[in-house]
């Protein structure tokens, strides 16, 4: 076949030449090398990615004072207290028991945990849970409200009566402090403190210096990590 008059035009040659040299330096800087002769994606350079620090966990306000009321495990004197507002019945809070037992064996004398209600209404077992942890508290004291919520953050179910039994308390006696009802207005107070001091979710924890006041939320389960750094700050 005979050549095409484009073919025979020198600007033709001149322009495929252009190309040529267009796509490969193209092709070429869509590699590069790692110094062992492995072609490896190339990549377009952008704006350097600034780490942003990660945010203080916010101030908690008008938080109410660990009193003798409250549940307390640990040394009822330690200098900082993680209040934690919690459900029973909340699957997050399950995972977060065993975080604060760990935090409790890190700082001794430090640091105490304190157990405040606030039962989310979409948890049919949270309520119930919470008025049988007072009574077993009423019957047995601070160590056997300890270890009704050992059982009950352990997953075992809500066989409130049995956990009673099992830990060796009167029965009759639970009974009648679960029929009267006396502990619902403190858990609603309980509640409604944690709510006004920032308090959304459970479980909902605020690490308390009992001496200065000063309060910082840690929302979440979160990991222990998480803890240790607001503590430390606030045993400063």
């Known amino acids: 076949m005979p050549p095409s008059s484009s073919q025979n035009n020198p600007w033709f040659a001149i322009s495929m030449g252009l190309i040529g040299l ?58 900082v207290s993680v209040i934690e507002y919690s459900d029973f019945e909340c699957p ?11 935090l409790l064996e890190e700082y001794g004398d430090d640091v105490n945990w304190v157990y405040r209600h606030f039962p989310l209404a979409f948890h049919p077992n949270a309520m119930p849970a919470a008025v049988a942890s007072e009574c077993v508290a009423e019957i047995g004291g601070n160590n056997a409200f300890w270890d009704f919520s050992d059982k009950l953050m352990a997953g075992e179910g809500f066989d409130f009566e049995s956990y009673v039994s099992e830990l060796g308390l009167d029965l009759k006696s639970f009974q009648t402090c679960v029929a009267s009802g006396k502990y619902t207005q403190k858990i609603q107070d309980q509640m409604d403190t944690g709510a006004a001091a920032g308090v959304n979710g459970t479980p909902g924890n605020i690490v308390y210096n009992n001496k200065t006041k000063a309060a910082q939320i840690v929302s979440g389960a979160q990991p222990l990590s998480a803890f240790k750094s607001v503590v430390d700050g606030m045993l400063e």
Request: aromatic share 2%; proline share 14%.
């Open 22 to 79: 267009i796509v490969g330096y193209g092709l070429a800087g869509a590699v590069n090398t790692d110094g062992s002769g492995l072609k490896l994606p190339g990549q377009v350079a952008g704006d350097p990615v600034v780490q942003e620090p990660s945010p203080a966990p916010p101030a908690a306000a008008d938080v109410p004072p660990v009193t003798a009321d409250d549940h307390v495990r640990g040394n009822p004197d330690a200098l």
């Open 92 to 102: 997050f809070c399950k995972r977060h028991h065993p975080t604060m037992t760990q």
